[in-house]
């Protein structure tokens, strides 16, 4: 990774007097700072790049875990929880990253203009992934980072610089995995809107019978296929999705663990905490309050 984008991250989180991550005026921009190694955390990954500029990361998206280091970014490529944590980082030398969400309008206007389409293949690769980041990539981050210094000009010039991104992706090693992402002709396509109708109805009982119709499939098929995307089932991605979202009610919300259990669709409440535990570590009540307290 270049020292310039290593000395403007510094920079820029050097002016900030909080823990991050640092929201910025680019739009789908976070920059990532921390002076000490993290515990693991449980989040939602956006499809995005997931840069680290300085020290190294891992994630666990299912039964898959990433490592990804200084020169090396995450690329996800469809909506999912995991765990994640920050592996190396020091006040000498602290962890330094850049998340860009993916915009897909652009990433589809560009793979539209390719002059050899980008092929995305029928079957889905995996939905996240590892990917050396240098070259051209590193410097369109760059001179995203570098438009903060100029907000006036962000307007203008971040849509050309995406576009910038869009092409390397789509033209680079892993160009595949990338166009399953933007091309509405794919198996890989279907499978990601029956995840994205998972998403945001997750508090409602799910067949997997409706979701395969839904993405014209067998069962058995869609099944398969949502696993290579996520690493998950979709039994797990539903439940994880539903915890995560009782804890921000309890933690943000000061929701009770019985209120919170039952907004997002559990039937009993004992069952309720009993997944909680098991994913989280402690019981609701008391993983809440340690949360609030933080």
Not at 256 to 266: D, L, M
Request: with cysteine.
């Amino acid at each position: 990774m270049t020292p310039e984008l290593t000395q403007a991250l510094l920079r820029h989180t050097d002016r900030q007097d909080v823990y991050g991550p640092y929201l910025t005026d680019v739009p789908g921009m976070v920059l990532l700072r921390s002076d000490h190694e993290r515990p693991p955390a449980h989040l939602i990954f956006k499809p995005a790049l997931c840069i680290v500029v300085q020290g190294a990361k891992w994630a666990v998206f299912g039964d898959r875990h990433m490592d990804y280091r200084a020169g090396q970014a995450l690329i996800v490529s469809v909506e999912t929880p995991a765990l994640g944590r920050v592996a190396e980082a020091s006040p000498t030398e602290p962890f330094l990253g850049i998340i860009i969400e993916f915009d897909l309008a652009i990433m589809r206007e560009v793979a539209d203009a390719l002059d050899t389409p980008a092929p995305g293949g029928e079957g889905p690769g995996s939905g996240v992934f590892v990917t050396d980041f240098d070259g051209p990539l590193a410097d369109c981050t760059l001179r995203l980072v570098r438009l903060l210094d100029t907000p006036q000009a962000i307007p203008l010039l971040y849509p050309a610089i995406m576009r910038e991104i869009a092409y390397w992706l789509l033209s680079g090693p892993h160009h595949a995995e990338v166009a399953r992402m933007v091309l509405a002709n794919t198996h890989a396509h279907r499978v990601i809107a029956a995840i994205h109708r998972l998403r945001d109805r997750f508090a409602e009982p799910m067949r997997i019978d409706d979701l395969a119709a839904g993405a014209k499939m067998s069962a058995s098929a869609f099944h398969r296929q949502f696993r290579r995307l996520t690493s998950m089932t979709p039994l797990q991605y539903q439940k994880q999705m539903r915890l995560l979202e009782a804890r921000r009610l309890m933690v943000g919300e000061a929701a009770s663990a019985e209120t919170a259990a039952f907004a997002v669709g559990y039937e009993s409440a004992s069952q309720f905490s009993r997944e909680y535990s098991r994913m989280f570590g402690l019981p609701p009540r008391r993983d809440a309050r340690l949360l609030q307290q933080a």
